[in-house]
C-alpha cells in the first residue's frame, strides 16, 4: 500500500443492515411502520477523500449526487447500498439503541478483482 494512503487512512464506523420487520398492534395486525435492524457498528481504518472537486477521478460519473469517496478498500469490505457510515464521529449504543446518528450513507459502490471504491453521502438524520 502506498505510504500516501496510509498517512490519510481515517477512522470510520460502519453498520449493515440485517432485516426490517413491522410491529404488530394489540389485535395482531401489521403495523405500517417498518423496523429496520441493524448490527452493532463496527470500527474502520480506511482512506477518505477530501470533500468531491473536478480534480478527482469520477469512477462514478457525474450524475451521482456523492460528496467523498471511500477507498481504495479490500474487494470483501463489508460495505454495501444500506449501510450507515460514521465520518469524524463516533456512533454510541445506549441499551441496543444508537443515541448518535450515522452522518454518511453508501450512494454507490464501483468494486473491481483487487478493491473497492465507496461514494458516500453526507446526510443529516434525526433520531
Known amino acids: 500500500m502506498k505510504r500516501s494512503c496510509r498517512a490519510n487512512k481515517r477512522e470510520i464506523w460502519i453498520s449493515n443492515f440485517i432485516d426490517m420487520f413491522f410491529e404488530l398492534d394489540d389485535w395482531g395486525n401489521q403495523g405500517s411502520t417498518p423496523i429496520y435492524v441493524y448490527e452493532t457498528p463496527k470500527r474502520y481504518d ?8 473536478e480534480a478527482e477521478d469520477m469512477v462514478f460519473g ?5 460528496n467523498r469517496v471511500i477507498g481504495p478498500a479490500k474487494p470483501d469490505a463489508p460495505f454495501n447500498e444500506y449501510t450507515r ?3 469524524g464521529i463516533n456512533p454510541e449504543i445506549v ?11 453508501v450512494s454507490a459502490i464501483a468494486d473491481s478483482k483487487n478493491k473497492l471504491m465507496i461514494a458516500v453521502k453526507q ?5
Not at 62 to 66: A, E, I, R
Not at 95 to 105: R, S
Open 85 to 87: 457510515i460514521w465520518i
Open 123 to 127: 446526510v443529516s438524520v434525526s433520531l
Open 46 to 53: 480506511l482512506c477518505i477523500s477530501p470533500g468531491r472537486g
Open 62 to 66: 457525474k450524475s451521482l449526487d456523492y
Open 95 to 105: 441499551d441496543n439503541k444508537e443515541t448518535v446518528a450515522w452522518n454518511h450513507i
